[in-house]
């Protein structure tokens, strides 16, 4: 009975009944759900940055590349006619920072695998123009379904090692797909997890593995946290947080800046010359 006279409530006796297991058993599940959705946000970024990446180099490598050369040209220019020794110094750092032609492991990076040449390669050898690959950038329904499997498929639920094993392997297709921004494929893999096996129950964990767990969810938040500094604090990350929602607009901005600046070498260069 309580105090005032009146009979103690469910809620209250549950409350009350509790085993401090079990409040410790919710704090796991919570903390490894917002672990997920932190892990979730980094690989989403991080397919981001790396997507941008690659249209970067493919649309304004060419143009730092003809940048460069355009530097060493007039550095080699200006010592030429000036005979100065600091002018030839200048001349010999500016080349030796054009960068050289690539070699074949260089050219081919990514475009053999297992099922033997790219089509950008096979292109290439047949002298035949390059596509270059559109930027990827998962669209929101490829998102909701990356999120639901994350949540029900992520390695982290597991507590058994043949589980987990499982998950990774599983989680490491969906990653793929999602980094494709592939959402047929993503609907394919959550009809397979769906009809997969269901995972046995878990039994009761003992505060000592609670405790356990919980320093290692820690531990992961910890390292995910560098992961995502990193990332933001790289120069695409830097460039994608400038323009987060039209990130190739700001690629047409910058190729503007890097044509002007060519056309400004090459009026220097001629003058030096002529």
């Not at 499982?166 to 009809?195: H, K, P």
């Amino acid at each position: 009975m309580r105090p005032d006279g009146g009979e103690p409530s469910d809620g209250a006796e549950r409350a009350g009944d509790e085993r401090p297991e079990a409040r410790l058993e919710r704090a796991v599940r919570v903390a490894e759900q917002a672990l997920i959705e932190f892990e979730i946000a980094v690989e989403t970024f991080r397919v981001e940055v790396e997507n941008f990446s690659r249209l970067h180099h493919q649309k304004l490598g060419p143009m730092y590349t003809r940048l460069d050369e355009l530097d060493a040209r007039i550095a080699e220019a200006r010592a030429a006619r000036t005979g100065d020794p600091e002018d030839l110094r200048r001349a010999q750092e500016a080349r030796a920072a054009v960068m050289p032609m690539p070699g074949v492991d260089e050219l081919f990076h990514d475009w053999i695998d297992s099922d033997g040449l790219s089509p950008e390669a096979a292109a290439m050898l047949n002298e035949r123009p390059v596509q270059a690959p559109k930027r990827v950038r998962p669209g929101e329904e490829a998102r909701k379904l990356y999120r639901e499997l994350a949540r029900k498929a992520h390695p982290d639920l597991a507590r058994e090692e043949d589980e987990r094993q499982r998950r990774e392997e599983f989680i490491t297709r969906v990653n793929a797909a999602y980094a494709r921004g592939d959402e047929a494929q993503l609907r394919e893999l959550s009809a397979e997890w769906e009809a997969g096996p269901v995972p046995a129950e878990e039994r009761l964990s003992e505060s000592e593995e609670l405790y356990a767990r919980l320093e290692w969810l820690a531990e992961r938040k910890d390292m995910l946290s560098v992961l995502a500094r990193e990332l933001e604090e790289s120069a695409i990350g830097a460039m994608l947080r400038m323009a987060p929602e039209d990130p190739d607009r700001l690629l047409e901005e910058i190729a503007e800046q890097l044509l002007a600046q060519v056309s400004e070498r090459e009026t220097e260069l001629a003058e030096l010359v002529q």
